[in-house]
Nanobody, 130 residues
């Protein structure tokens, strides 16, 4: 069982930055692939970024096209924490952001689909004003 707790959300002006953190319980954090998803108001949850477990080619990273070049995902296994550095924020980035942990089958792993993750945090609100 893995419990995830997000923090770092808030209100920021367009063009600003925020860093989200997600801290996991348990001693197996390093073995999990980690992802960030978001749910804008009135819309479905969507993929933002993911980072593979260290055993996979040094933690490969994946990004949605909408955030590529602006957001950076990273992990610190010693602290059981995954981060999402968000720069050049836009009003359309406003959403509840969720972190997730998963161990999908290797044969079908993409890390961009919500169903590949087994554990979810409670979410943290990010609001970007124009």
């Amino acid at each position: 069982q893995v419990q995830l707790v997000e923090s770092g959300g808030g209100l920021v002006q367009a063009g600003g930055s925020l860093r989200l953190s997600c801290t996991a319980s348990g001693r197996t954090f390093s073995t999990y692939h980690m992802g960030w998803f978001r749910q804008p108001p009135g819309k479905e949850r969507e993929f933002v970024a993911a980072i593979a477990a260290n055993r996979w080619s040094g933690s490969d990273t994946y990004y949605a096209d909408s955030v590529k070049g602006r957001f950076t995902i990273s992990r610190d296994n010693a602290k059981n924490t995954v981060y999402l550095q968000m720069d050049s924020l836009r009003p359309e980035d406003t959403a509840v952001y969720y972190c997730a942990a998963g161990l999908p089958p290797i044969s079908t792993m993409t890390l961009v689909h919500a169903h590949e993750y087994d554990y979810w945090g409670q979410g943290t609100q990010v609001t970007v004003s124009s």
